[in-house]
């Protein structure tokens, strides 16, 4: 057994814990999962697939992550952050465990490329693959992102290094569910803009370099330095042209076409409208304090700790 403890946050993820677990049994040391208050049978099956389970109010991802690791008994070398829909698959599962041990010291961070699975088809173009982000780091030497959306591991001293083994997104709920899920992601998202805007809160905002994929530090340059300054109909447009036209998504096929216009047409839009909306009724508010207060109404989230 490797000495690598696995964190797994949980909402209502019954369809999919058990999936989660029997990926990474042969190679987890301990598995924690995170769990927010479920109200389905989530935490009876994670108990009985072997985790121990910790329960904590939900305020974002970066949060409950971040409480996770520092309130569970973590005993291993190395950390994974798994979401409860992924799969560790067979071939890359046996890549951790052949090099894990391996790895010299001067080796802090593992990045992982992630397949999304959408419609039981991979989404194989558009830019949506591989999608490289470190997933493993050593304890110590790693933190997730304080952001409300979009948080990466960030690690320091030493350097990182990048498993080519499956590992793939696969929700298997509807697309209500997946529109009610980016509907949230849009709200939290358009915090984070607001906040660059306005400083209202500490947050991270540029990747260190060499602390986590470049391609993540590369996309964080071009959302923030470029994307979010375009016009509102301009970025989420031109995106999706990008993704479909340009990066080929049309050979993704019928799902691709839905996923591809959802999640790079809709949602950049939805994001978009959602910070034009608070915008509007931030203008008339006089200091940072009146900016929160008033954002939080907006959003139904708590800002100020």
Same mark, same amino acid.
């Given at each position: ?5 696995? %964190? ?5 993820? $019954?369809?999919? &814990?058990?999936?989660?677990? =029997?990926? &990474? ?9 995170i ?8 935490? @009876? ?13 939900? %305020? ?8 996770? %690791?520092?309130?569970?008994? *973590? ?19 046996? =890549? *951790? ?7 010299? /010291? ?29 997933? &493993? ?12 959306m979009d948080?990466? &591991?960030?690690? !320091?001293?030493?350097? /990182? ?27 939290? =998202?358009? *915090? ?12 991270? $905002? ?59 047409? !809709? ?6 409208s959602?910070?034009?909306?608070y915008?509007? @009724?931030? %203008?008339?508010c006089?200091?940072? $304090?009146?900016?929160? =207060?008033k954002?939080?109404?907006? /959003?139904?989230?708590r800002?100020?700790?």
């Open positions: 057994m490797l000495d690598l403890s696995v %964190v797994i946050l949980t909402y209502n993820e $019954e369809r999919h &814990i058990v999936r989660a677990l =029997e990926s &990474i049994r042969g190679i987890a040391k301990e598995i924690f999962v769990d927010s208050f479920s109200n389905d049978r989530t935490v @009876e099956l994670a108990e009985a697939g072997g985790a121990m389970v910790l329960k904590n109010k939900f %305020v974002n991802q970066a949060q409950q992550f971040e409480w996770g %690791v520092q309130n569970a008994p *973590i005993t291993g070398s190395w950390i994974m952050r798994l979401d409860a829909d992924e799969v560790i698959e067979p071939d890359l599962a046996a =890549e *951790i465990e052949a090099k894990l041990p391996t790895l010299g /010291t001067d080796v802090v961070g593992i990045n992982l490329k992630r397949k999304h699975i959408f419609m039981d088809r991979w989404i194989r173009h558009g830019g949506r693959y591989p999608l490289i982000l470190l997933r &493993i780091w050593r304890r110590g030497h790693g933190r997730v992102e304080n952001r409300w948080e990466h &591991i960030i690690t !320091w001293g030493g350097r /990182t290094v990048t498993f080519d083994g499956g590992f793939s997104d696969h929700n298997i709920n509807d697309l209500t569910f997946f529109t009610d899920k980016h509907n949230k992601y849009a709200t939290r =998202e358009a *915090i984070d803009v607001l906040n660059r805007k306005y400083r209202l809160f500490p947050m991270d $905002e540029e990747i260190p370099g060499g602390s986590a994929s470049f391609q993540a530090s590369i996309k964080r340059w071009i959302k923030e330095g470029v994307y979010n300054k375009l016009p509102l109909w301009v970025g989420p447009a031109g995106f999706f042209i990008y993704r479909y036209i340009l990066k080929l998504g049309f050979f993704d096929g019928q799902p691709g076409l839905i996923y591809h216009f959802l999640q790079g047409g !809709w949602y950049r839009f939805l994001v978009g959602k910070v034009v909306e915008e509007r @009724e931030l %203008v008339g006089a200091n940072r $304090e009146e900016r929160l =207060e954002l939080e109404k907006l /959003t139904g989230y800002l100020r700790s």
